[in-house]
Structure formats: structure tokens, C-alpha cells
């Protein structure tokens, strides 16, 4: 894959590292600025100062988001888009099929501005096939381009159900050279969809993100492109013709989640890839993240932490009871394993496969990522906590609370000593404010206490050398 549409943290200096298999290696190599402190109001945030970025450096106005949605979806939809979008700050529109209806008017302040899709009525005739909204979401390229120019780097489109991290994607924009031919996006998480449909294609609920010289020479000939390739059915296979057939190919990202997946992703968000979260879709179809909550109570619950702190979110960090022979393993923001064993990292950044694949009799293999077993051994199985709540200690540390979901009922592991973590209630976790040093590694975390009911945990870097087993 090449590699010269990333830039170096300087935008004066372009890298070009010819030879290296994968964009993610080159962000493991480059130390990057060290980022600023965030500090937070309730809603919106306030980035203290940002003395060290240079002035041309890509920020939250550069970004234009293109939601494409039904009318009749909405109603249920808006709380998935409200719980991440700012308003008057992030740009974009949301594309309906047909004017509001008079429940939805006024138009909520909280959403993005809506329009109303072009009539595609006569394209859509002239291919004679597949489904008019599918022809919507293609030429929706065209329509944000036509609303939205001044100033875009990026563009981003995404369903009325994708939850978008928009901190991360500010961040991880920024390290690309918006000025160059860039279409990113991420593969279904289940093998079969992308077997059925390409593994070069991004799946657009995940998010489909397009430098603007990419959407400005695209977008002139989306309507042609729609008409050359009359059979495909695949709004996402179709953009992703249009795109190749001007010689760009798939930069894909692993923080951008399609979600085609089934029941409980907690597996999966207990042991995301060592990358920055960007999107998350699908949440009708999975069951909420937070089973005490509903869809969208779990979607707002989330951007609590979100709100707070985008780069740390669902990065796993772990960490060890000698005495007891306990593993912490935490997904900041949303949850922490207690095992009654140590396991070292390399084990459990594998997710544990509570989830089905998004094709329910699908034959194995299922995921494009490995997966861990679930098991009733003692030895194997965690305690696990969810996400609870966020606090700002002061303008250097954070401290989020994760409360048991239910009891384990499973003895303790007596290979390791039979020490029971039944009685832990509540883990606290406290963060920096500061983001972490990107220099390749995740961060690491100490127990400041572990008392009955209590554990205390703290991260921080890791030393040099330090192992994580
Ligand atoms: C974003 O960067 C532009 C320069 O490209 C600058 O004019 C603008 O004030 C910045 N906006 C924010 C929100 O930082
Ligand atoms: C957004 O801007 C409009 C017009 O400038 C203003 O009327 C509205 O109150 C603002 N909304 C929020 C939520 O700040
Ligand atoms: C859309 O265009 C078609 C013809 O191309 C026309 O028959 C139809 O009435 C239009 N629909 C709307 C809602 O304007
Ligand atoms: C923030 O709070 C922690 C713990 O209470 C304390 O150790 C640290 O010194 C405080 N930092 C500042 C800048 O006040
Ligand atoms: C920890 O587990 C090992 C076996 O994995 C066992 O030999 C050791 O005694 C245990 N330590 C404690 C303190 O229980
Ligand atoms: C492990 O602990 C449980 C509960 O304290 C106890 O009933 C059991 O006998 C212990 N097992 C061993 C092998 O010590």
C-alpha cells in the first residue's frame, strides 16, 4: 500500500516510506506530537492550547459529514446521531427521502440541518434495477459536494444509525495529506459480507471517508458511474467502482466498525484494536452495549467517556495482582475484566467471541479478526464491569467508574491459588487528561488498591521494556 498520502506531524514534510505492507505500521512509527490537554464542559470541548500543532493542521472544520436517512427511520434514529453530533460545530447534512413530518418540526436544534435527497426517480428508471434508496446513498456524493465546499478536507458519509467519534477522526485525519486522492474506510467485521461484496470496499455505515480531491473528481461523474454499473445492487460496491475506476484504492482502518455483527459485541469492545475508535453502526441490530439501558440510552451513556476523552476510548490497557494472581484487563470508557489468572496481553487483545457473525448460518470461518472461545472454566471466564460513569478529578486526571454486571456463579480458579474476585463491586480507573504518547505501544496501568469491594486502577506509560504478561 502506499504510503506517501500520510504526512509527517510537520505539514511541510511528506513521508514517503516505500515498501511498508500497512498504513498502521507507519503510525507506529512516527512519534507524534505530544497533544495538548482537554478540557471539558459538558457537552462541547474546549481544547485548553494547543501551542505545539502547526497552524494548517486539520481540525473539526475541515470535516463535513454526509448522513443519508429516512423520514420514517428518524424518529428512532436522531438519538443515535444527537448523542455525537455538535451542533454548530461539526458541518454536514442529513438526507432525507421526503419532508419531515409534522412531529419532527420544529426541527431539533440537537440534529444535523437536513435536506432533502434529489429526485432520482429518472436515474433510477434508466438502470432498471436494485432499490431507489441505493442510488440515493451513491449520488449523495454529489449533493453534499454541491452543499458543502468551503474549506473541506474531508468528507464523510455515513448512515442515519453511525455513531462517529469525532476527536478521533480529527486526529486521524490529521495525519493524513488531505490534498491527495484518499478514500478510507473499514471492512465488515464478518467474512461473509465482505466474501459477498469486496474485501476492497468500505462499508459505509462504518463510515466513508474522502479527501476532498478525491470527492470533488468523483462526484462529477457519480451519476455516469451509477449508469455503467447498472447491476450491482450495493451502494458501497458502487461507490467503491466509482472510486477505483479513477485508480484510488481502499486505505482501510480498523477503528471504523460497520458492526456487521450479531447479540452482544462486548467481546469485541473489551479488546478493540490497538487503534483510535472512529465509528460504530449497526446499533439496531446488536443488543444494546449496556444491558441495562436501551439502544440509545447506551449510545448517550457511551459519550459520557467519549465526551471526555476520544483518544483513550475502548484502548485496552492490563495489568496484575501478584499476590492474587488477578489480570485487569480495561477497555477505558466502557469495561473491566477481572480474571482469577494471569493471562498476558497478547491472549486477551484477542476478543472473546460473544457475538454472532451478521449472516447467522454462516460456516466457519466467521471473522476477519481471531476470536477467543467463551468458556465456563474458572480459570478463563471474567468478572466483568461496565462503564458507570466519568469525573474530572482536576486539569491532569480523570476517573471512570465501572460497576459488576451481574455475579459470575462460578467457583474461583484453583490453579491459581483459589482466590475468589466475587466480592469486587466497583473498579475505578484514573487516566491523564493528556493523551497518550503515540509511539507504538499501548499504556499500561498500576493497582493503587484493591481492597474487598474496591479496586483502584491507574494508567500511565509504560516503562521502556516493560512486558505486559
Ligand atoms: C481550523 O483551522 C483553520 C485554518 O485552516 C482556522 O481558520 C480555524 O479557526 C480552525 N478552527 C478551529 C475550530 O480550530
Ligand atoms: C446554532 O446557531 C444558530 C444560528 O446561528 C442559533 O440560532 C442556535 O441557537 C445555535 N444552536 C446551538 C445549539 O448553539
Ligand atoms: C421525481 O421525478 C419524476 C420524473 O423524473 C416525477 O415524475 C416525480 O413526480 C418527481 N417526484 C417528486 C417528488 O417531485
Ligand atoms: C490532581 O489530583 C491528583 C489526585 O488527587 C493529584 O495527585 C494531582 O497532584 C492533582 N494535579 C493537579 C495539577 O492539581
Ligand atoms: C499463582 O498461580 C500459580 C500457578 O499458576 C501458583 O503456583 C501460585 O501458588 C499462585 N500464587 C498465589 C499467591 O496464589
Ligand atoms: C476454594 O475456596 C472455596 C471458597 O472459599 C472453598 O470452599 C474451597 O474448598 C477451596 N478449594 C480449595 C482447593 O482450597
Redesign the pocket.
Known amino acids: 500500500m502506499a504510503s506517501s498520502i500520510l504526512k509527517h506531524s510537520s505539514p511541510t514534510i511528506y513521508t514517503t516510506l516505500a515498501g511498508l505492507a500497512s498504513i498502521l505500521i507507519i503510525f507506529v512509527i512516527f512519534s507524534f506530537l505530544t497533544q495538548p490537554n482537554c478540557l471539558q464542559t459538558d457537552i462541547v470541548h474546549v481544547r485548553s492550547r494547543e501551542p505545539l500543532l502547526p ?2 493542521t486539520t ?4 470535516l463535513v459529514f454526509g448522513l443519508v436517512g429516512s423520514t420514517q427511520a428518524w424518529h428512532h434514529r436522531k438519538s443515535y446521531i444527537e448523542s455525537w453530533w455538535r451542533p454548530n460545530i461539526t458541518r454536514g447534512y442529513l438526507y432525507l427521502d421526503t419532508t419531515p413530518t409534522d412531529d419532527l418540526l420544529p426541527w431539533s436544534q440537537n440534529s444535523p440541518p437536513f435536506r432533502i435527497s434529489d429526485n432520482i426517480t429518472k436515474l433510477f428508471l434508466e438502470r432498471n434495477n436494485g432499490e431507489p434508496v441505493m442510488v440515493r446513498l451513491v449520488h449523495a456524493v454529489m449533493e453534499i459536494f454541491r452543499d458543502e465546499k468551503e ?1 473541506v478536507r474531508w468528507y464523510i458519509m455515513g448512515d442515519d444509525d453511525s455513531i462517529f467519534f469525532v476527536d478521533n477522526l480529527v486526529d486521524v485525519l490529521s495525519k493524513y495529506d488531505h490534498t491527495k486522492y484518499i478514500y478510507i474506510g473499514g471492512h465488515s467485521e464478518s467474512i461473509m459480507p465482505n466474501e459477498i461484496l469486496s474485501y476492497d470496499m468500505g462499508f459505509g455505515g462504518a463510515g466513508l471517508i474522502m479527501s476532498y480531491p478525491l470527492v470533488k473528481m468523483v462526484q462529477k461523474n457519480i451519476e455516469d458511474c451509477l449508469r455503467r454499473y447498472p447491476k450491482l445492487n450495493c451502494a458501497d460496491q458502487t461507490l467503491m467502482s466509482c472510486v477505483n475506476d479513477f485508480g484510488v484504492a481502499l486505505t482501510a482502518h480498523q477503528g471504523l466498525h460497520q458492526l456487521d455483527l450479531h447479540g452482544d459485541v462486548s467481546g469485541l469492545l473489551s479488546s478493540h484494536p490497538k487503534a483510535p475508535l472512529l465509528s460504530l453502526h449497526h446499533f439496531d441490530q446488536l443488543d444494546p452495549i449496556f444491558p441495562s439501558m436501551d439502544r440509545s440510552e447506551s449510545a448517550k451513556h457511551l459519550m459520557k467517556a467519549a465526551n471526555i476523552d476520544q483518544s483513550r476510548m475502548v484502548q485496552q490497557t492490563v495489568c496484575y495482582d501478584r499476590q492474587l494472581n488477578w489480570t485487569f484487563s480495561c477497555s477505558w470508557g466502557y469495561s473491566v475484566h477481572i480474571y482469577e489468572k494471569i493471562i498476558p496481553r497478547s491472549i486477551l487483545k484477542v476478543p472473546r467471541e460473544t457475538f454472532k457473525p451478521w449472516i447467522l448460518d454462516s460456516k466457519p470461518p466467521l471473522f476477519m479478526f481471531d476470536t477467543r472461545p467463551l468458556s465456563n472454566d474458572p480459570c478463563e471466564t471474567p468478572h466483568v464491569f461496565l462503564f458507570e460513569s466519568i469525573k474530572t478529578i482536576n486539569a491532569t486526571e480523570v476517573i471512570t467508574s465501572y460497576v459488576r454486571v451481574a455475579s459470575r456463579g462460578l467457583p474461583a480458579c484453583e490453579l491459581s491459588g483459589n482466590h475468589s474476585a466475587d466480592l469486587i463491586s466497583r473498579i475505578e480507573v484514573v487516566s491523564p487528561m493528556k493523551k497518550p504518547t503515540q509511539d507504538g505501544k499501548a499504556e499500561c496501568s498500576d493497582i493503587v488498591e484493591n481492597k474487598m469491594e474496591l479496586a483502584r486502577l491507574k494508567l500511565r506509560e509504560c516503562m521502556d521494556d516493560e512486558l505486559i504478561a
Open positions: 497552524p494548517d481540525n473539526i472544520s475541515h474549506g
